[in-house]
């Protein structure tokens, strides 16, 4: 089984959310966006379907990093995430919380052996163009 099959987003905390989201615009071209920068890409074995890999920047509160206390968190692109699951189950890896199933993709997260959390993603990439605000989208060359 393939397990994960690309990078699908790079979070992390700061304590000043706004000033942060407003340097990486002005000096990297990066967007503020309500939900972070979104880059697109080609899948290279099906060239007109697009990929995405999120980019968000949080306050240094959020909640959503937990139980890590880590200021970054990476989120992988999974094919079968259910599936991919079981087995991490099986290997030891410990999960945290529940499947999350939004219309845009399945979620789930682990921790890795240092408390780093990840976040899995079986993403759907159809509904997910059709939810982005094209004009946040930095698209790939």
Request: proline share 4%; no cysteine; aromatic share 14%.
């Amino acid at each position: 089984m393939k397990r994960v099959k690309g990078l699908g987003g790079v979070f992390f905390k700061t304590n000043d959310p706004k000033m942060m989201k407003a340097w990486y615009e002005k000096h990297l071209g990066i967007p503020d966006a309500p939900y972070g920068a979104t880059f697109e890409w080609r899948k290279s074995n099906e060239e007109t379907k697009s990929g995405f890999t999120a980019w968000s920047i949080f306050s240094d509160t959020t909640k959503y990093f937990q139980p890590s206390s880590k200021e970054f968190m990476i989120n992988y692109r999974v094919e079968n995430l259910v599936e991919l699951l079981k087995v991490l189950k099986e290997e030891g890896v410990t999960i945290v919380g529940e499947v999350d199933e939004q219309e845009y993709g399945k979620f789930a997260w682990i921790l890795d052996p240092e408390g780093n959390k990840i976040e899995l993603w079986e993403p759907v990439d159809k509904v997910y163009t059709d939810i982005l605000d094209q004009d946040h989208v930095i698209k790939s060359e």
